[in-house]
């Protein structure tokens, strides 16, 4: 996959809304799992290490990926007719857009250009520890890297 959360993790499409033509452009629930190690939220028996609401959009003038972790009871309480503005959500996402016109029906190549939410509690608007500056490297470094490797090889999407 093509994100840290989900790196290494089995990830599951539990459901989705089609919201396009293409059978691609869909709101999904993605369930991720692994056996023994937990991330960010509590698990179940199950081993649920997190829950993403993700949204895809292919257009002829780019793709894009916007997702956010959600708790498995905030998920129930939307589902089951919950105020949606009562939900809290850092979303994150990325596009892909051609880096312009082809030239001659060659590939020009593309651009990519990603966002992220997180709360981090020992940062301040002046301040960000060096920890805190790490990890958001890494993360923009792998996340990077997942697309790359999805793009010349579109099997990696599953993994």
């Not at 589902?79 to 596009?95: A, D, H, I, Y």
């Amino acid at each position: 996959m093509w994100d840290i959360l989900t790196s290494g993790h089995h990830v599951r499409e539990t459901g989705h809304i089609d919201n396009g033509c293409d059978h691609g452009n869909r709101v999904s629930i993605l369930e991720v799992k692994h056996n023994n190690y937990l991330i960010q939220f509590q698990s179940t028996e199950d081993q649920i290490v997190v829950i993403l609401l993700q949204e895809s959009y292919t257009t002829l003038t780019g793709s894009h990926v916007t997702f956010a972790p959600v708790e498995a009871s905030t998920l129930d309480m939307i589902l089951n007719g919950g105020r949606l503005e009562n939900v809290p959500t850092l979303p994150s996402g990325f596009s892909i857009l051609p880096d312009g016109p082809k030239r001659n029906g060659g590939s020009t190549g593309s651009l990519v250009t990603m966002a992220f939410q997180i709360l981090d509690s020992a940062s301040s608007a002046t301040y960000i520890p060096p920890d805190s500056v790490a990890t958001i490297f890494k993360l923009v470094t792998e996340t990077a890297e997942c697309i790359k490797a999805s793009m010349f090889n579109p099997l990696n999407l599953g993994t």
